[in-house]
């Protein structure tokens, strides 16, 4: 039998509710880090109340790894869902690769929660069962396309998916996470517009030649 309305309403309540919560805390802890970020302020800024959040995540570090979970997730589904299978290697791989630039420059909380879990050597994500079996679809994807490219005598031999991974990884953080020291220093910002379409294109280049050398 179907579920009452009301009781589905009531789900959907307690769904739309979680997400607010989540979306609020994300922006609380990429500004403030765990330490800083504070449960009274992400109740006032959401429509609960501290009582409610410790309902639905049972304190503040459960809502911190939760929105980590949440952050992952997105890029992880992105990728995962990602159809290149029918591009040649080569194309494939630029489109995982302009993927995640996109995704990265269109969700900065992301790489500040990253580099806030790093100040803390990984020990919430490390409690994390959920986001220890989000990287194998991402490494999935990255392992067909370079076993495509291998078997066609295009891509060498002594790389795996992580490895690739890394490399794109490492860009795209870089771009975001050091953007005004990188400005302050050499006077150039990573994120002008007019420069967006040439760092897209470079990204790509550089993880085709390293696969081609």
């Not at 994300?26 to 009274?40: H, L, M, P, Q």
């Not at 006032?44 to 980590?68: D, H, N, P």
């Not at 490494?139 to 031999?157: P, W």
């Given at each position: 039998m179907?579920?009452?309305?009301?009781?589905?309403?009531?789900?959907r309540?307690k769904?739309?509710?979680r997400?607010?919560?989540?979306?609020?805390?994300?922006?609380?802890?990429?500004?403030?880090?765990?330490?800083?970020?504070?449960?009274?302020e992400?109740?006032?800024?959401?429509?609960?109340?501290?009582?409610?959040?410790?309902?639905?995540?049972?304190?503040?570090e459960?809502?911190?790894?939760?929105?980590?979970?949440?952050?992952?997730?997105?890029?992880?589904?992105?990728?995962?869902?990602?159809?290149v299978?029918?591009?040649e290697?080569?194309?494939?791989?630029r489109?995982?690769?302009?993927?995640?630039?996109?995704?990265?420059?269109?969700n900065?909380?992301?790489?500040?929660?990253?580099?806030?879990?790093?100040?803390?050597?990984?020990?919430?994500?490390?409690?994390?069962?959920?986001?220890?079996?989000?990287?194998?679809?991402?490494?999935d994807?990255?392992?067909?396309?370079?076993?495509?490219?291998?078997?066609?005598?295009?891509?060498?031999?002594?790389?795996?998916?992580?490895?690739?991974?890394?490399v794109?990884?490492?860009?795209?953080?870089?771009?975001?996470?050091?953007?005004?020291?990188?400005?302050?220093?050499?006077?150039?910002?990573?994120?002008?517009?007019?420069?967006r379409?040439?760092?897209?294109?470079?990204?790509?280049?550089?993880v085709?030649?390293?696969?081609?050398?």
């Amino acid at each position: 039998m179907a579920a009452p309305s009301s009781e589905v309403e009531r789900q959907r309540d307690k769904e739309r509710t979680r997400a607010e919560i989540l979306a609020v805390a994300t922006r609380e802890f990429a500004d403030k880090g765990y330490a800083g970020a504070r449960v009274d302020e992400i109740a006032a800024r959401t429509s609960t109340t501290k009582r409610m959040i410790y309902y639905y995540f049972g304190g503040k570090e459960q809502l911190y790894v939760a929105a980590l979970e949440r952050a992952y997730a997105t890029i992880r589904t992105l990728e995962q869902d990602l159809d290149v299978d029918h591009l040649e290697p080569e194309d494939a791989i630029r489109q995982l690769a302009e993927l995640t630039f996109d995704h990265h420059e269109a969700n900065p909380d992301f790489i500040r929660l990253v580099s806030i879990e790093n100040i803390h050597h990984g020990e919430h994500i490390a409690r994390s069962e959920a986001l220890s079996g989000m990287a194998n679809p991402a490494l999935d994807v990255l392992t067909r396309i370079l076993d495509r490219g291998r078997e066609a005598g295009r891509f060498r031999a002594d790389v795996d998916a992580l490895d690739v991974h890394m490399v794109i990884s490492s860009f795209c953080v870089f771009r975001l996470a050091n953007r005004h020291t990188f400005s302050a220093i050499f006077g150039r910002d990573m994120l002008d517009p007019a420069r967006r379409a040439h760092y897209r294109l470079m990204l790509g280049d550089l993880v085709i030649e390293y696969l081609t050398a």
